[in-house]
């Protein structure tokens, strides 16, 4: 596949993220123990774990969900103060869920819409006319998202209701929401569980376009091994809400903690 | 360019211009502002009229000019019906060239063996996927060099060297065009009409795709004659949803649009065909008996969900349909009253349906390449939509006859087109003469000789014959007609399609020549089947399953039973009741070789490959184990297997039904 090859000259050294010396526990329970790294520019960071881990917390603690009692989170070189969810997502970080979040009884149109909110300038007044102003910035907005839905392939259930889809796709309009928002950063929570592998095949295809096409810097959290060590350029490995491990796919695969905490053996 | 289009050597009298590229320039003069295509993309449908169409496909010929393309070279054109990839057709014709549309769904080692035998130097690929799929077999291609693609996605980290995009071509065929202007009109005035204007390969049930030769005056003059005789004009609309590669799509997408002046549209993507059809709603449009089966399919299926109260109206105006609908289609008497419920089930049900099917502005429909139910035909006449069949082959520019309005049955495929000569040769083969008639097989003298002699007589390898209203019947294709042991006939095709009526049987394989009996392979339809296991509360969890379950093996008795029945009263046939069948455990896929890509059967390769089923059918045995080998999408390989059971159907005595 020659990920290493494609990606190392669009990859930049500068790190559009660094977390440093995370620390989160809810009460008693330590979800992250002095966790540190970086997410380079243009890069597939994943991050790896046993169950329990403390991935989704670390996703969480990104996309400001969370707020760690011990550490700092550093975007585009800045500091970032404590923040609501909704302004990192101005920032320009987008994410999908692990459960699927989407507005089931909305269609595939309505909720790529909602991806283009904080892009949406013309007041509540405008809106709610929805003539003059409002109307050209919804067709604005509407090209936008038309680019997405062409990009992912998803014409044939645009005015479909997402609760109808099968999983598969589910997962997919939710990518496109996520694209909808134009993320420099995209975070994606196991985006390929509970997919058969034409699926999987599919997503790994969008996700290696979204990097390559957009220059979208992705942070990846997935289960499937093979999936991980094709499609990311570097891999935090996790576990019991410490780092083990942190580098090239190949050299965690071979790093021996990781392989007594988490590998085992290798599985295609 | 336009002042050259007034110039035009040839004068701007249209029966007299012999090429696309030629007609081209005449509708961007003569009506420049109408629209020539339309696609669908990012939800809209983005229109070109023929003047911009022309400049696109001029400014491409010029492109492929500035990379090397020259007279006689030729340009492979792989993809779906997307209008840059008929403008390559037109641009290659412009310089001179062969344009060779290929299937898109064609696996690397079948476009290995069409590009290399038609010595394809150039490449016109929709995307990513088919570029990818060109530049693995490049290697065993030596003529191939340069290849251009349309959508730029996922193209970016390419080496660029020999690899061009359409709008870096069109950029260039514009420069061209400023520092030679008079360059591509010379080169479209050097064509004639008797020039080859295109190669289309066969899907071929036999053995390797021949590549069929035809020149442009074979394209354009078939086009020119029945446009005339169905009298389309440049307001007709169309969808183009057929492969490239087939002939059909060539002339009604191509032939006969340019020819006609009229608007060709182009779906969003092969899923959303269905919508975009009903968004364009299509005035003339082509569709093998495939996809009429297939809504009506979908219609029966819908219905049975509806509310008992709209089940009932349904029903009851489809009755009134069926009696009056196909008399009034054919110009037939027809009561007031009669009329009057028509009128009253056209805005209760008609209207509405045919609305939701892209139907309802329908002037002519065709439907061709296979025999279709009767049922079928009737449900879409009587709701007032003009289908007609027509019958044809790539090697007759499509047309050999066709159907007259008023002269419609569903058991014939109508009288000779026009221009065309036919008749049944001593042995009871249909041939045929007419201007339609291809040049040659491409490197294939010996194939050429056997299907058209010195006189232009072609071998349809049909078995037919005219009825007493003058109308051409086919029973089946002439070698498959074979003999029972009793000496009696044997026609495969004719009893599978009688099958196939039947909305349960997605693809059925008949045997029994030199065999004692008949017997036969079925492929349930999956739509058709799981609708009813819903609605029946039979769970089950792959297609395997669901073709094993006695039920459905009680359902497909049924269905043949009454086919025995009707052979049964039928003087020729009736030895060939079908005493055994089998449904398969897997569907008859392209992929695998046993269809062709247009879904034909491929006999041989299906006698070869389950010749283990075909003996347990003769043995008497109740069952058969077999291990078939799948080839899935992206060229891997699996294996099926499966336990697969033997029925046994009644056989009805010759005189039942006389008697």
Same mark, same amino acid.
């Given at each position: 596949m020659g990920r290493e090859m494609d990606s190392s000259n669009q990859m930049t050294q500068t790190p559009v993220m660094e977390v440093k010396n995370i620390s989160l526990s809810f009460g008693g329970v330590k979800a992250l123990t002095d966790i540190s790294f970086d997410i380079r520019e243009g890069e597939i960071r994943a991050l790896i774990g046993p169950n329990g881990a403390g991935k989704s917390s670390m996703l969480n603690v990104i996309s400001g969900f969370y707020h760690p009692q011990i550490g700092e989170v550093w975007f585009k070189g800045v500091k970032r103060p404590p923040m609501k969810p909704y302004q990192v997502a101005r920032q320009g970080v987008a994410r999908t869920f692990q459960n699927i979040a989407l507005?089931?009884?909305?269609s595939t149109i309505d909720n790529l819409m909602t991806g283009r909110i904080n892009h949406m300038k013309v007041n509540l007044f405008w809106q709610a006319l929805w003539k003059g102003p409002a109307e050209r910035e919804e067709i604005k907005h509407r090209e936008r998202v038309e680019h997405v839905i062409d990009f992912l392939e998803i014409q044939a259930i645009?005015?479909?209701?997402?609760?109808?889809?099968s999983y598969g796709l589910q997962k997919r309009v939710e990518l496109g929401r996520a694209l909808a928002a134009d993320a420099q950063l995209l975070l994606l929570d196991e985006p390929m569980a509970g997919m058969n592998l034409e699926e999987k095949e599919d997503m790994s295809r969008f996700i290696i376009d979204v990097n390559e096409e957009f220059g979208t810097t992705i942070v990846l959290i997935e289960h499937d091994m093979s999936v991980v060590m094709d499609l990311s350029d570097r891999v935090v490995v996790l576990d019991y809400g410490r780092k083990l491990a942190d580098g090239e796919p190949d050299e965690v695969r071979n790093n021996p903690s990781v392989i007594d905490a988490y590998l085992g053996v290798s599985h295609e | 360019m336009q002042a050259h289009t007034a110039n035009n050597s040839r004068g701007d009298n249209p029966a007299e211009l012999r090429t696309a590229p030629e007609l081209l320039l005449h509708h961007a003069a003569v009506r420049g502002d109408k629209t020539a295509m339309r696609e669908k993309e990012y939800g809209i449908w983005q229109s070109w009229t023929w003047t911009q169409m022309k400049d696109e496909i001029l400014a491409l010929a010029g492109g492929l000019a500035s990379i090397g %393309?020259?007279?006689?070279d030729k340009l492979g054109i792989i993809g779906a019906n997307r209008p840059q990839l008929y403008w390559g057709m037109c641009a290659a014709q412009c310089l001179g060239g062969i344009p060779v549309p290929l299937y898109k769904d064609m696996v690397a080692e079948e476009l290995q063996y069409v590009l290399e035998h038609a010595g394809v130097q150039f490449m016109l690929a929709e995307d990513q996927e088919q570029v990818d799929k060109v530049m693995e077999v490049q290697a065993e291609c030596p003529a191939l060099t340069q290849i251009v693609y349309d959508d730029q996605r996922g193209m970016r980290d390419y080496d660029h060297t020999h690899l061009h995009s359409i709008e870096s071509m069109q950029r260039a065929g514009r420069e061209l065009a400023k520092a030679k202007p008079d360059f591509l009109q010379g080169e479209i005035d050097k064509n004639n009409g008797s020039d080859v204007g295109i190669f289309l390969y066969t899907s071929g049930t036999t053995g390797k795709p021949k590549g069929v030769v035809l020149s442009h005056d074979n394209i354009i003059v078939t086009a020119r004659n029945t446009v005339a005789y169905d009298s389309l004009s440049d307001r007709e609309e169309t969808l183009s949803y057929l492969p490239l590669a087939w002939v059909g799509d060539h002339i009604f997408s191509y032939g006969q649009a340019y020819v006609a002046g009229y608007c060709v549209n182009c779906p969003e993507d092969e899923t959303t065909v269905a919508t975009d059809m009903r968004e364009i709603g299509p005035t003339y449009y082509f569709a093998p008996p495939r996809i009429f089966e297939n809504m009506l399919t979908s219609v029966s299926i819908r219905m049975e969900d509806a509310s008992a109260f709209k089940q009932k109206m349904f029903h009851y105006f489809m009755g009134v349909a069926k009696k009056t609908g196909v008399a009034l289609i054919n110009g037939d008497d027809v009561s007031a009253a009669e009329k009057f419920k028509y009128w009253l089930g056209n805005i209760l049900i008609y209207g509405p349906l045919k609305n939701t099917l892209g139907l309802?502005?329908?002037r002519i429909a065709y439907t061709a390449g296979e025999a279709i139910g009767p049922e079928i035909f009737e449900f879409f006449r009587s709701l007032g939509i003009n289908v007609k069949q027509l019958y044809g082959q790539t090697e007759a520019s499509v047309y050999i006859t066709i159907q007259p309005d008023g002269e419609v049955y569903a058991d014939t495929v109508g009288v000779p087109a026009p221009d065309v000569e036919v008749k049944i040769a001593d042995s009871g083969e249909v041939i045929y003469r007419s201007p339609?008639? %291809?040049?040659?097989?491409f490197k294939n003298a010996e194939s050429t000789r056997e299907t058209k002699n010195d006189e232009g007589w072609v071998l349809t390898g049909d078995a037919g014959y005219f009825d007493d209203r003058g109308h051409l019947k086919i029973i089946d294709r002439a070698k498959d007609v074979g003999k029972l042991n009793d000496d009696s006939m044997f026609a495969p095709k004719y009893i599978e399609n009688k099958l196939k009526f039947f909305s349960q049987i997605q693809e059925a394989v008949v045997f029994g020549d030199a065999r004692d009996y008949a017997t036969a392979f079925i492929n349930i339809d999956l739509e058709a089947i799981s609708n009813w296991a819903e609605r029946n509360n039979i769970a089950y969890a792959s297609y395997q399953e669901l073709a094993g379950h006695p039920q459905v093996y009680d359902m497909i008795l049924g269905n043949i039973e009454q086919v025995n029945r009707d052979l049964a009263s039928d003087a020729h046939l009736s030895g060939s009741q079908i005493s055994r069948f089998l449904i398969l455990h897997k569907e008859l896929d392209a992929d695998d070789g046993e269809? +062709?890509? +247009?879904?034909?059967?491929r006999r041989r390769i299906v006698l070869e490959k389950y010749a283990v089923l075909i003996d347990a059918l003769y043995s008497g045995k109740t069952n058969c184990f077999i291990r078939t080998e799948v080839v899935f999408e992206d060229g891997r390989k699996g294996s099926i297997e499966g336990d697969l059971k033997i029925a046994d159907v009644p056989v009805f005595d010759a005189l039942a039904k006389a008697s």
């Open positions: 507005f089931k009884g909305m645009r005015k479909t209701p997402v609760g109808r889809l | %393309f020259k007279r006689g309802s502005k329908i339609g008639v %291809f040049l040659e097989y269809l +062709t890509r +247009t879904r034909k059967v």
